[in-house]
């Protein structure tokens, strides 16, 4: 929509109110609460538990009593808090979305009246409160200003002026079309909080409502927390075909059990019951849950350990799996504030020497340049803005008052809304100047302008900062013939350099007022630099690409054996690639280790043209500087399209696209939408990263570990069943009790507990369970157990006590006899040996033994294992253990366990898990690796690709360039010297 359209709107008439609802919908951003019946049915209707029910009631039928029923009791528990946190979660996230309130509104012919926000639609103009607002809706402000505290949307605290839209079809030029993203300095963000609004004389503080609901930006926000972006994680993937291989198991068990029953000419109902007992053993009900200990031990050390909160705990395993982390440099690799260090006079032919105090400023002009071209602004008496205009600001000395800073009026009813004066001046003095227009700060344009006018003087004066090289190529004169060197001493020692410049108009109030920025902007007179340092944070052991290159080198992400190639675009628009020397780039360089140092400008001509250097400077690339939020997603997604796995670390000020787009996303900002990343840190630096990653491994380590476990024993049992099925018996009810509740659910919740290592590994876990190791791992554990259970069957039928299970004399359900105890008695090692050799500590958790719970537990199942074993008598009625059965073979059945211990740990921990065969295969699996990365590192060519694809760029620019005709913009001339006056005198 045009800028004219919007403000010829004077809002909605009845008719037009309600087919807008029935388009768009009301005005509420709902998120529903969905009651507790409905989420039972849910919650029982899922895969998981309607397995379950299936599992209970096949229990119960099979006579096992205590066991359905401790089962049940555990289920039901866990269903409980799943919940009571699912609503918990939904009322939170509610109240952060509910935004109801009474606002003005335009309706129809009866002018301002107050209605619900929530009956608002686009189109109608609403009225800003002059005391402020939570604003219910995106709207376009059309009149007057507002100061905004924005930070549900940003994370940034400080608040921002807001000013009118312009409308250019009012002063004889073309019109401009409204875009969000161009236009947020004229739009009010649902959500945010508007503080106080300035206005002129009686008019009042319009806006037009653009968007509502869902639509707002806060809406999207909102949707995205309810909808997230899936997860395409490998490890997901193979569970469930893991889960189907097991499947199979059991379908093979099944058809066994059918054949075998059937032989021994049971009923139907018996054989039925007794085969679908094999299903719920081999692929076990507790499966999910198991897999989720870990990630909820995680969850709660990352919140009491590091302050880092997580919403998605899904995202904890993925940041187990991240290679490469994209930081945001200010406000997050260095600290919030910048210390101001020495001003840089200029005359035309060279810079002067650097002075600390404003007083040993020789330029009247410079010094204003400072006190008058920045945002700042005074709320409730204390000056608040940038931090960089703040400490310019504070630095003069000047003081800054404000007209209509009072409750009762609160207007443009003076010269200038913002005056600034020097320490020893009256109000009245001839050396006050009045700021009577602002060009904010554009990170696009690199830059921000003042209009200003002393109080008796004639002319009006252009104030502009920005980045040195934007303010070069804008300035007629003034600049200095050692500008370059004279910058690049400063931001090769990480500095942050600002240039100042200024231009005296030769125009009048209404003319200044109606020019365009970019009339305004040129021909500038070069004043000078500053220079402020932007300390790195403990931490972590300028924008400008030189002060980029040295605040990675501080911070060890680049050595200092590298070289940095800068790539940039030089004056006219065209890509170039330099050395740090400002020199030409040779063969050399490439030869040796270097980095790529990139603009965020060159990054999207690259992105834009030419896909193979794209991937070249993504995969080469160290430093990126001047990123806008766009390019920053840019730069994330195609990283992840290279194969990486992205960690994105920022402050949440203009880090929300690349957070929510980045694997892991850890935001440093408090604020509502630091819920769009999967991270938020309390903890205001870059420590929460190698947290967040250590955590993840662990989880993802003890996720597969608890994988592999909850396989191994299921299939152990499946087979124990199988061996005893050939005989017509089984395991009794409180065999399966002791084995699945205190055995594997106590040993997988324990072994869960296992705490990150604190050193960080070089390489990640492995998420494949489809692999070489895991699948070996598997398949060693099948032929032991076979072995081992197969060794213990056929060495109680040696016994001399022995006599043969017969089911046809036994009633169903007893299963006592000395089959049943070998099996039984031999298993019980298996399990705990399994829990032990999977819950290995290093390198991605801590040693076994610093997990004292576990270690105490495990050697208390040991014990009672053993003493139930080699003493059953008391437990025979509870174990249903045969009595008769010999000591000494009760012994060999000890000697089978710990025989297979033996075997197990030296096969996994000395030769699948070996730490310098699985270091060496790593390397060797990196060099064989087909990921789009990998055989990008190991181009040779990369010089000569980069420049041919430079030079195609460039060719492209320039026929762009070249079709399109350059025409000078005249200042409009309508308006005559007593235009100015009738006007003046008016104000």
Not at 421 to 434: A, C, F, K, Q
Request: with cysteine.
């Amino acid at each position: 929509m045009y800028a004219s359209i919007l403000h010829s709107l004077a809002g909605t008439t009845s008719e037009q109110h309600k087919i807008r609802t029935i388009l768009y919908g009301d005005n509420i951003i709902g998120v529903p609460i969905t009651p507790l019946f409905k989420l039972f049915i849910k919650e029982v209707l899922t895969p998981f538990y309607i397995f379950q029910v299936f599992s209970f009631s096949l229990w119960y039928a099979d006579g096992y009593t205590y066991y359905a029923s401790c089962i049940v009791f555990l289920s039901v528990v866990s269903m409980a808090v799943s919940l009571y946190q699912t609503r918990k979660n939904q009322r939170n996230l509610c109240n952060t979305a509910m935004t109801s309130t009474v606002i003005p509104a335009h309706r129809g012919t009866d002018g301002f009246h107050e209605i619900n926000s929530a009956d608002l639609v686009p189109g109608d103009v609403i009225e800003i409160p002059r005391q402020g607002c939570m604003m219910p809706c995106d709207a376009v402000l059309l009149t007057g200003s507002a100061i905004v505290n924005e930070s549900m949307l940003t994370g940034e605290s400080i608040p921002v002026t807001k000013t009118p839209l312009p409308n250019p079809t009012s002063l004889g030029h073309a019109d401009l079309e409204y875009d969000l993203s161009q236009h947020a300095r004229h739009t009010l963000f649902c959500g945010t909080k508007v503080i106080q609004t300035r206005f002129y004389e009686s008019h009042r503080v319009k806006a037009v409502v653009v968007r509502t609901g869902f639509a707002t930006l806060k809406g999207e926000l909102i949707r995205s927390i309810l909808y997230p972006k899936p997860v395409n994680f490998k490890f997901n993937r193979h569970t469930y075909g893991y889960i189907g291989v097991l499947g199979c198991i059991a379908l093979i068990g099944f058809i066994y059990a059918v054949f075998r029953m059937v032989e021994f000419g049971y009923d139907t109902g018996r054989i039925v019951r007794r085969a679908l007992d094999l299903v719920t053993i081999t692929v076990p009900p507790a499966l999910p849950a198991a897999m989720t200990i870990g990630l909820v031990y995680a969850q709660l050390r990352l919140r009491k350990k590091s302050n880092v909160y997580c919403i998605s705990p899904q995202s904890i395993n993925i940041a187990g799996s991240i290679n490469c982390c994209v930081f945001d440099k200010t406000g997050t690799l260095t600290e919030d504030g910048l210390d101001l260090m020495e001003v840089v006079p200029s005359n035309p032919t060279r810079f002067e020497s650097p002075v600390a105090e404003p007083e040993e400023v020789a330029s009247r002009d410079l010094i204003l340049a400072m006190a008058a071209c920045h945002s700042l602004i005074r709320i409730d008496g204390q000056l608040t803005g940038d931090p960089l205009d703040l400490k310019l600001f504070e630095w003069t000395k000047w003081q800054l008052e404000e007209s209509g800073t009072s409750e009762e009026e609160n207007r443009f009813d003076t010269f200038a809304p913002t005056t600034v004066r020097p320490p020893t001046s009256s109000p009245t003095s001839p050396e006050n100047y009045g700021i009577m227009r602002q060009f904010p700060f554009s990170s696009k344009l690199q830059r921000m302008s003042v209009v200003s006018r002393g109080l008796n003087a004639k002319h009006f004066v252009l104030f502009t900062k920005g980045s040195p090289e934007i303010i070069r190529s804008l300035c007629k004169e003034g600049i200095p013939a050692d500008f370059l060197q004279v910058q690049d001493t400063y931001t090769k020692r990480g500095l942050r350099v600002i240039a100042m410049a200024y231009r005296k108009l030769s125009m009048n109030y209404l003319k200044v007022q109606r020019a365009t920025r970019e009339e305004l902007e040129w021909e500038l007179t070069f004043l000078g630099l500053v220079v402020l340092e932007n300390r790195l944070k403990p931490q972590t052991t300028g924008d400008n690409l030189l002060t980029a290159l040295s605040v990675a080198r501080e911070c060890g992400l680049m050595t200092p054996k590298e070289q940095g190639v800068l790539i940039d675009t030089d004056t006219s628009g065209m890509l170039q690639m330099t050395t740090e020397n400002n020199e030409p780039v040779s063969d050399g360089v490439f030869a040796s280790p270097f980095r790529f140092v990139v603009t965020g400008r060159a990054l999207e001509l690259i992105f834009k043209n030419s896909e193979v250097a794209f991937h070249q400077v993504c995969v080469r690339g160290t430093v990126f500087a001047r990123m806008s939020p766009d390019q920053k997603q840019i730069l994330v997604e195609g990283l992840q399209h290279l194969g990486y796995f992205v960690g994105m670390c920022g402050d949440g000020a203009n880090d929300c696209g690349a957070l929510k787009a980045a694997h892991m996303g850890i935001s440093l900002s408090e604020a509502e939408a630091s819920v769009a990343s999967s991270f938020t840190s309390k903890t205001p630096d870059i420590s929460a990263v190698p947290a967040v990653i250590r955590e993840g491994r662990a989880a993802l380590a003890t996720s597969f570990g608890v994988f592999k476990y909850m396989a191994a024993y299921s299939v152990t049992q499946h087979v124990s069943v199988l061996f005893l099925y050939w005989i017509g018996s089984g395991l009794g009810d409180f065999q399966f009790l002791y084995i699945d509740l205190a055995l594997i659910t106590a040993l997988v919740f324990l072994a869960a507990r296992a705490e990150a290592c604190r050193k960080l590994s070089r390489y990640p876990p492995p998420s494949s369970l489809i692999s070489v190791r895991p699948i070996m791992s598997l398949v060693v554990q099948l032929v032991l157990m076979i072995a081992g259970l197969t060794a213990a069957y056929l060495i109680s039928k040696s016994d001399p006590n022995f006599e043969q299970y017969d089911h046809e004399e036994k009633e169903e359900g007893d299963y006592a006899g000395f089959e049943n105890t070998a099996v039984f008695s031999c298993s019980l090692y298996m399990y705990i040996t399994q829990a032990i050799i999977y819950s290995k500590g290093k390198p991605y958790r801590k040693r076994m033994y610093t997990n004292v719970l576990f270690l105490l537990y495990t050697f208390v199942v040991v014990a009672f294992s053993t003493l139930i074993i080699l003493y059953p008598e008391p437990f025979n009625d509870f174990f249903e253990l045969e009595p008769d059965s010999d000591f000494w073979y009760r012994l060999i059945y000890v000697d089978i366990g710990v025989l297979y211990f033996f075997l197990s740990w030296l096969i996994e921990d000395g030769i699948i898990e070996n730490t310098c065969w699985r270091q060496r295969f790593a390397h060797r699996k990196t060099q064989r690796s087909v990921k789009p990365y990998r055989r990008i590192e190991r181009a040779a060519n990369t010089k000569q690709s980069l420049t041919d694809a430079f030079n195609e760029i460039n060719q492209t620019l320039q026929s762009e360039s070249n079709g399109v005709s350059e025409s000078a913009v005249d200042v409009d001339e309508e308006f005559e010297q007593s235009d100015e006056n009738d006007e003046m005198s008016r104000l």
